[in-house]
């Protein structure tokens, strides 16, 4: 806890750190429209590629007669999956589920790319061509209805898949898992006593809770620009140029084989991800259809292919012991989970289960039996808005307890919290308590029982809270190297560039131990540069901040060692460059040594006579190299197994239900974040804004809704898919509490998971009218929950 | 205190130091380079349907009446963009979106939803913010045209680009043009919007990074130094 371990972790005086309204340095290149991300990327002569795309959820094709397509004008190659370019692929992308062949002739679900990939000298021209493809399919049975799926005479969709998912190291000491059953894998873990926990509970309440699938809905639709050179420089060596695909050189390198080297990836800008790591086909096809074209050739998903989860569809059936005080004795998950599509990661499945809510609470006996149904809904890639959401079935349990015994949700979360080391820790959180106290002040939290508070225009009036740990992954290590050169501090990175702005807070970091000021700071984008800032998730700014900081200090010391240098070496210095600036005038650091330098505001200056200093611009003509590998110590989350908490945050709502017309209005929201150390400022505020908003939308408007009969996605665009809008969006009132108790940079730690939720507005609408409504909390749904439609 | 004033007197060469390449002056002149690099008359002739190469669109008719029969010949149109007039050869169906990265290279309208509902590909049409993505090009002859990087190459609106950077109403930056567009379309018709009518003018733009609070307070304090500026 707390970064003891790094240079500077315990300082105090912040100049730059934490700073508000300081415009990032790629601020400009994005508000002017001069970022370029790599589908914008247009080269003479580019083709363009797209697949075939089933029209059935569930499908294998038999034969396909490629021979009017290929007659069609415009069109440049057709491949299908019996072509040994295609067959010799292989993906090393992040998919972290059962390795599949990267294109077949099976479509598990509708939209799925199968067969065939045309390339065309138009989008226009492609299209047209598979409208002319003679395609026979075999259209087989389909689940995308799991609660169907689940049962025993369910048409079983993939018997050739027998695995039951797991996800890092299994547990040596857990028993085995029952083997999988028709298109269920089962994933149960139990811990403590669970029907002695319902012996010792004086009430046991049951409650059937829906967390919806969700889209992850990345701005920038997937996809990538190729295209082949030869560098003179290089000799016969190919140069593969691949935008698009970013942050992937090493995955698109090792399909190719073409060396890391010889993969040059200009735009860094990535748009939104959303921690979205999957690596699409269109992503990947496009050198391997360049090359046989000659060309270069761009493929992109449209919107409506571009529409992945981001979080499973679940049915939970909760049931909890608890005491007449409210501390629970027991709780019994049973989940019935999409498993999604053949290839799917484990990471919204099984994976949520290791660092789940229930690690926090005092209660030692739990038992998580979850299905696992193989389904034909979507793919689930590497998807970063999983594991938080499952700490919403602690939410609802500590609204079933207050409800149950008129007691503060606030006090009954604080009664089965356990303490900040262990389940057997008596002790409060210190982060935790200090949320929930200027939580209370934000809000001016009055707890009320359900349906017992009406607001003056007659509507009910429902509140809520929810709190989680901040995480921080430390997955990551981080080759860190700054420069000084041409009289700047340089921090060369490969980005990428992308959400959170992670370089930023990186740079700040850097500017704040090296002493110049922020502006001065050269930000050097190159993705030949080892240093990214990119880690499990709130890892990229915090960690890599920390590595930087220490990168920092050795590059500070060096320029004030270099600095004396030069000044001793004058007027002997008789250096003259042929073709650059004169070298500038040295520091009047004669003869004294580094201790007795420091830098500030961009000045080296004399401690002992701080009017003797220069711009550090004048330190030396010699360009300096520091360089540093590694990572903060492990955080609390990873070591403490879920059990160790530091930084903690807590999230309100208020909500207005009109009865009559079933309509929620979310009055306000409030956050009140303990993010360790704030980094930089803005970004935290937007994160904490983003994840408000996405609680909003998932809970309020957004679904996937598929025709059973078909298996057919029917709202996958953004017309029929609704996200907020600027109009819809609810205040969101923050506050943040600096504990400075994050093992990262200065103490700091993440947050950017960890208040996504799917229960936060659903427990408060339970609070207004006393009843359970399922999200997205549509008027319609409201109305028949209140037995009013 | 100290300060490049009286620190290190006598020094008189000092380095010049590099800065970012992205700063408001620098992303300016890139938004001026890519209005300049538009040709204001084509001069080749690229077959949409089989890439050949012609040098009139005489020939590349003909070309058409021979070698793809039927199909409808792509024609030029002349557009007024940024303030400057240029020809484009487009088929009747090229959206304006398509035809000002394609045929232009103007990259700051975004591809988002593809169908009028998220706003990434805003421009300024006759003074009103338009979807580029729902706008045919053959449409838009005669009809002044302006883009981001027509805001962002005009000093006029150097505060609102300031104040969306200041503000930091940005995360990922893919939607961040869009936004600034209908900003700037609505400050033309409303120098001192309140911020019900940011909300108002601005909920056809779709981000999903939470940057939604901070446009009305970028907006708000552009306009004042706008107006402050005269």
Not at chain 2, 1 to 7: D, F, P, Q, S, V
Not at chain 2, 77 to 84: A, D, R
């Amino acid at each position: 806890m707390a970064d003891l371990a790094g240079v500077n972790g315990q300082r105090e005086e912040f100049r730059v750190v934490g700073k508000p309204n300081l415009p990032g340095v790629l601020s400009y290149a994005m508000a002017t429209g001069m970022a370029k991300f790599g589908l914008d990327h247009v080269l003479p002569g580019m083709l363009h590629a797209k697949f075939l795309r089933s029209p059935y959820a569930h499908a294998r094709i038999i034969s396909v007669d490629t021979s009017k397509a290929r007659a069609l004008d415009g069109v440049v190659d057709i491949l299908t999956w019996e072509d040994e370019d295609i067959k010799n692929l292989v993906s090393y992308g992040e998919h972290w589920g059962p390795v599949r062949a990267w294109l077949d002739n099976t479509a598990d679900q509708e939209g799925a790319e199968v067969g065939v990939i045309v390339v065309a000298e138009s989008e226009d021209i492609c299209e047209e061509a598979l409208r002319l493809l003679d395609v026979k399919w075999e259209v087989l049975p389909h689940v995308v209805n799991i609660m169907e799926g689940r049962k025993e005479d369910a048409f079983v969709i993939r018997p050739y898949d027998r695995h039951t998912p797991t996800f890092g190291r299994p547990d040596p000491n857990a028993p085995p898992q029952p083997p999988k059953k028709g298109n269920v894998a089962y994933s149960n873990v139990c811990w403590g006593d669970i029907e002695e926990g319902f012996k010792q509970a004086d009430y046991i309440a049951e409650v059937k809770m829906y967390i919806p699938a969700f889209a992850s809905h990345f701005p920038n639709p997937p996809g990538s620009v190729a295209w082949w050179t030869k560098d003179p420089y290089k000799g016969d060596a190919e140069i593969l140029h691949i935008e698009g695909a970013v942050r992937e050189r090493i995955p698109i390198s090792k399909m190719y084989n073409v060396p890391l080297e010889n993969v040059v990836q200009e735009s860094l800008f990535m748009g939104g991800k959303y921690c979205d790591w999957g690596l699409r086909r269109a992503q990947e096809i496009t050198p391997l259809l360049a090359k046989r074209t000659g060309r270069p050739v761009r493929c992109v998903n449209t919107r409506e292919e571009t529409f992945d989860f981001a979080m499973k569809q679940r049915f939970v059936h909760l049931r909890v012991g608890f005491t007449k005080e409210g501390l629970i004795t027991a709780i019994d998950d049973h989940s019935v989970v999409d498993g999604g599509v053949y290839g799917s990661s484990s990471f919204g499945t099984v994976g949520d289960q290791k660092h789940g809510p229930y690690n926090s609470v005092k209660c030692k006996n739990i038992r998580q039996c979850w299905e696992i149904v193989d389904s034909n809904r979507g793919m689930m890639y590497v998807s970063g808005q999983h594991s938080p959401f499952n700490w919403d079935c602690i939410t609802v349990v500590n609204q079933l307890i207050a409800e149950k015994l008129g007691k503060d949700v606030i006090e009954v979360a604080r009664l089965n919290l356990h303490g900040p080391t262990a389940k057997d820790d008596p002790n409060p959180v210190p982060s935790f308590e200090r949320c929930v106290e200027a939580g209370k002040k934000l809000m001016n939290w009055q707890w009320h029982p359900a349906r017992t508070k009406r607001l003056p225009d007659g509507r009910w009036h429902g509140m809520s809270f929810r709190y989680q740990i901040c995480p921080r992954h430390s997955v990551s290590g981080y080759m860190c190297k700054l420069e000084y050169r041409d009289g700047a501090v340089v921090l060369p990175t490969q980005g990428p560039v992308f959400g959170a702005y992670m370089v930023e807070a990186v740079a700040m970091v850097v500017a704040e131990e090296v002493g110049i000021n922020y502006e001065d700071l050269k930000i050097l984008y190159d993705y030949r540069e080892p240093f990214s800032p990119v880690g499990g998730g709130s890892d990229g700014s915090t960690a890599s901040a920390w590595a930087m900081k220490e990168c920092a200090n050795i590059l500070k010391r060096e320029i004030l060692k270099a600095a004396i240098e030069y000044a001793d070496s004058m007027p002997n210095f008789a250096f003259m460059p042929l073709q650059s600036n004169p070298p500038p005038e040295p520091g009047p650091f004669k003869g004294l040594k580094p201790e007795d330098l420091d830098i500030k505001d961009s000045m080296i200056y004399v401690k002992a006579d701080p009017s003797k200093a220069v711009h550090i611009s004048r330190a030396t003509p010699k360009p300096l190299v520091a360089t540093y590998m590694g990572r903060p110590p492990l955080s609390s989350w990873l070591t403490g197994g879920g059990h160790v908490f530091d930084c903690m945050n807590t999230l309100y709502c208020e909500v207005a239900v009109d009865e009559e017309t079933g309509e929620v209005e979310i009055l306000r929201f409030g956050a009140v974040v303990d993010p360790g150390k704030i980094l930089r400022r803005t970004s935290l505020e937007s994160q904490v804004d983003q994840a408000m908003f996405f609680s909003q939308g998932c809970q309020l408007f957004e679904d996937y809704v598929f025709d059973e009969r078909t298996g057919v996605r029917l709202n996958a665009n953004m017309i029929d898919y609704k996200k907020p809008t600027m109009k819809d969006v609810p205040l969101v009132e923050r506050d943040f509490i600096e504990s400075r108790n994050g093992n990262a940079a200065y103490g700091a730690t993440g947050i950017s998971h960890s208040m996504a939720n799917t229960h936060l507005v659903i427990t408060a609408i339970y609070n207004a009218i006393g009843v359970w409504v399922d999200p997205p909390a549509t008027p319609d749904k409201v109305l028949k929950a209140l037995g009013k439609a | 205190m100290i300060n490049e004033e009286n620190a290190g007197k006598g020094a008189v060469n000092a380095v010049p130091v590099a800065k970012s390449p992205f700063t408001h002056a620098s992303t300016s002149a890139q938004a001026a380079a890519a209005i300049g690099a538009i040709p204001p008359v084509l001069t080749e002739f690229n077959c949409p349907l089989c890439n050949k190469l012609y040098y009139s669109i005489g020939d590349l008719t003909k070309h058409y009446e021979e070698c793809h029969p039927g199909r409808v010949v792509p024609r030029i149109v002349v557009l007024h963009i940024n303030g400057k007039d240029c020809e484009v050869l487009v088929e009747p169906h090229w959206t304006l979106k398509r035809t000002l990265q394609f045929r232009l290279g103007l990259t700051g309208a975004k591809h988002m939803c593809d169908r009028g509902v998220c706003g990434s590909c805003t421009v300024i049409i006759d003074g009103r913010p338009v979807l580029s993505c729902t706008t045919l090009t053959v449409e838009c002859e005669g009809k002044s045209i302006t883009t981001v990087e027509g805001i962002a190459a005009d000093p006029k609106w150097k505060p609102l680009i300031d104040a969306y950077c200041r503000w930091d109403a940005m995360q990922c930056g893919y939607c961040t043009p869009g936004f600034v567009v209908s900003a700037k379309a609505l400050l033309d018709r409303n120098p001192h919007p309140t911020e019900e009518e940011i909300k108002e003018a601005l909920s056809g733009n779709i981000c999903i990074c939470g940057t939604y609070p901070r446009h009305a307070q970028a907006i708000m304090e552009a306009a004042l130094k706008m107006s402050a500026e005269g």
